[in-house]
């Protein structure tokens, strides 16, 4: 697999982002996918994930402000990221793994077993 995540970038407190991860190499809609950010000093977590059947799940902190949404006909994943806050900061990976049950699709980052090199996101207070 071959995930290619771009739209980091810098941004104002309370701005903006759209993330995009492009996929190749596997049969994109026979995955579950996700978001997984890792700050410097903290440990990675799964921000946002989607299964086949378009069921999402979302960490509590980012509720309200995310939204991961994926097109099946063109192999992308998107996350948008409104109202981001400094403790968004973080490089964020694009993950994908085959998918599970859609009760059971929730998983922790290293049940992904495949991942983009990352995009940072810098939130500046």
């Known amino acids: 697999a071959h995930l290619v995540e771009s739209g980091g970038g810098l941004v104002q407190d309370g701005g903006s982002l759209r993330l995009t991860c492009a996929a190749s190499g596997i049969i994109f809609s026979s995955n579950d996918l996700g978001w997984v950010r890792q700050a410097p000093g903290k440990q990675r977590e799964v921000v946002a994930q989607?299964?086949?059947?378009?069921?999402?799940n979302y960490v509590d902190d980012v509720k309200g402000r995310f939204t991961i949404s994926r097109d099946n006909a063109k192999n992308t994943l998107a996350l948008q990221m409104n109202n981001l806050k400094p403790e968004d900061t973080a490089t964020y990976y694009c993950?994908?793994?085959?998918?599970?049950?859609?009760?059971?699709?929730?998983?922790?980052?290293?049940?992904?077993?495949?991942w983009g090199q990352g995009t940072q996101v810098i939130v500046s207070s």
């Open positions: 989607t299964n086949t059947s378009g069921g999402t």
């Open positions: 993950v994908a793994a085959p998918r599970r049950s859609v009760l059971h699709f929730v998983r922790g980052p290293s049940d992904y077993s495949d």
